[in-house]
């Protein structure tokens, strides 16, 4: 069974760094782009980018380019998604994503719960 | 960026209506285009990719339509359970933007 289990809830202050993380299991998490997707409360979908683990590969919307930073360790099948200096604009449930470019089209086919990122002083 | 436009950004129907969603690419993205439903509190959920095809476990009374620039989804007898936001996506090219979303509610 395909699975994407991502990190807990983290509340942060403004400037402060984080990084969460996506743990792949169930498919060979090397061959398979990790995407992720921003949904800021009571908002739509925004993607952010996608990263192949395979060779760590990244495609990053210019929204969010310079401001966010995509990576992946294949050797524990885990994406992460990482902040040097948080605002609190970066308030938002942030989800990532199994694209499948093989038979769906490059649709997102499994998603993780969701890591919920809120940012006040 | 290509640009996705849902229509409506909302909606009213009863159980056991037809519900048509519509999703209009800024350009022609063939057959690259999925759609999501997401209930509050949860993740989407793919329910058709390659603008037609049925993901694995979806009910059949889900169904897709169109190529190119316009795109549509049907609900062909809306349950209970189908009342949630949906989303249209294209996966042609990077950055692969999301629609705004349609929110189906209640009647």
């Known amino acids: 069974e395909v699975q994407l289990v991502q990190s807990g809830t983290e509340v942060k202050k403004p400037g402060e760094s984080l990084k969460i993380s996506c743990k792949g299991s169930?498919?060979?998490?090397?061959?398979?782009?990790i995407g992720w997707v921003r949904q800021v409360p009571g908002k739509g979908l925004e993607w952010m980018g996608v990263?192949?683990?395979?060779?760590?590969?990244?495609r990053y919307s210019p929204s969010f380019e310079g401001q966010v930073t995509m990576s992946a360790d294949k050797s524990i099948s885990t994406a992460y998604l990482e902040w040097r200096s948080l605002e609190a604009a970066d308030t938002a449930m942030y989800y990532c994503?199994?694209?499948?470019?093989?038979?769906?089209?490059?649709?997102?086919?499994?998603w993780g719960q969701g890591t919920l990122v809120t940012v006040s002083s | 960026d290509i640009q996705m436009t849902q229509s409506p950004s909302s909606l009213s129907a009863s159980v056991g209506d037809r519900v048509t969603i519509t999703c209009r690419a800024s350009?022609?993205?063939?057959?690259?285009l999925s759609w999501y439903q997401q209930k509050p509190g949860r993740a989407p959920n793919l329910l058709i990719y390659?603008?037609?095809t049925l993901q694995s476990g979806v009910p059949s009374r889900f169904s897709g339509s169109g190529s190119g620039t316009d795109f549509t989804l049907t609900i062909s007898s809306l349950q209970p359970e189908d009342f949630a936001t949906y989303y249209c996506?294209?996966?042609?090219?990077?950055?692969?933007?999301f629609g705004q979303g349609t929110k189906v509610e209640i009647k």
């Open positions: 390659g603008a037609s």
């Open positions: 996506q294209q996966s042609f090219i990077t950055p692969q933007t």
């Open positions: 994503a199994r694209r499948d470019d093989s038979y769906g089209w490059g649709a997102f086919d499994f």
């Open positions: 990263i192949y683990p395979g060779d760590s590969n990244t």
């Open positions: 350009q022609s993205i063939s057959y690259f």
């Open positions: 169930g498919y060979s998490f090397t061959n398979d782009w």
